[in-house]
């Protein structure tokens, strides 16, 4: 991984170097309920409309953006100077307890440390999530200008097979070692759907534990997001080695 070893060449960058690449570089169409595409070595234009917004990242091995102003509904939950990384390996949002935790709070939400999640009632009318993505220069954001990224509340909701229990699908981001606040739910759930939550999560089964990250720089310690498919879905995204950038473009309607 880059992000454990950031002078060791990955396959992307190998390729490149081969002269198999004409680009060092890759990119991600995530199809909601259809086939998605991964193009190597530079993007598909025919998935995309409108010009390509890009951003220096703040740390290359993680792909990790800056981002502004980030907003739950009409509600503002973060002014900006937070970090995303941009993680299809990851299916849900994970933030800061500090700026989930209130948007849990406004729905009612209760934490199941079970499935490391909020419990909300499934009828719920979850809102909006609105993310900017900014650019960043000497390792500081410009909190100017960027990119907003809506992702509507009805993707923010995670239902069990038997629609009985329904969970927020923004999570609190855990650093290794650090502790927590949140008060939990002694909920009696099935432990086929204990399983079934944590493996669409990704949690560490038997520990509850979700979004757990290393290292990142020291400004947006416990200050980023991990911004997995439910967030990347909403655009085309790319990946970009040799210039050390992140792309978006909005999708072709």
């Known amino acids: 991984m880059i992000s ?29 309920n259809a086939d998605g595409e ?25 792909w990790l953006v800056s981002l502004g102003e980030v907003k739950f509904g009409d509600k503002q939950i973060s002014a900006g100077g937070s970090g995303g990384i941009m993680d299809t390996g990851t299916s849900l949002i994970y933030g800061p307890e500090s700026q989930v935790q209130p948007m849990a709070a406004s729905l009612g939400a209760q934490f199941v ?79 086929e759907v204990v399983q079934e939550i944590n493996h669409l999560t990704g949690n560490n089964p038997g520990t509850g534990v979700s979004g757990v990250i290393g290292p990142v720089p020291i400004g947006m310690q416990g200050n980023s997001w991990l911004l997995g498919d439910t967030m990347l879905r909403q655009f085309y995204s790319i990946y970009d080695y040799e210039q050390k950038k992140f792309g978006i473009a909005d999708l072709k309607k």
């Not at 198999?20 to 169409?29: D, H, T, V």
């Not at 990242?57 to 993680?62: N, S």
């Open 113 to 191: 440390p079970q499935v490391g999640m909020f419990m909300v009632p499934c009828t719920t009318q979850i809102p909006d999530l609105t993310i900017n993505v900014v650019d960043t220069q000497d390792e500081k954001p410009i909190l100017t200008g960027g990119k907003a990224v809506t992702i509507p509340g009805s993707a923010l909701t995670i239902k069990d097979q038997t629609g009985q229990y329904c969970f927020l699908g923004i999570a609190i981001m855990r650093f290794a070692g650090e502790a927590s606040n949140v008060d939990t739910l002694d909920a009696d759930l099935k432990e």
């Open 4 to 32: 454990r070893d950031p002078g060791v060449n990955t396959l992307i960058p190998n390729l490149h170097a081969q002269g198999k690449l004409e680009k060092s570089m890759f990119a991600f169409y995530l199809g909601d």
């Open 38 to 62: 991964l193009a190597v070595g530079g993007y598909d234009e025919s998935k995309m409309q409108g010009e390509i917004s890009w951003f220096n990242l703040a740390r290359p091995g993680y």
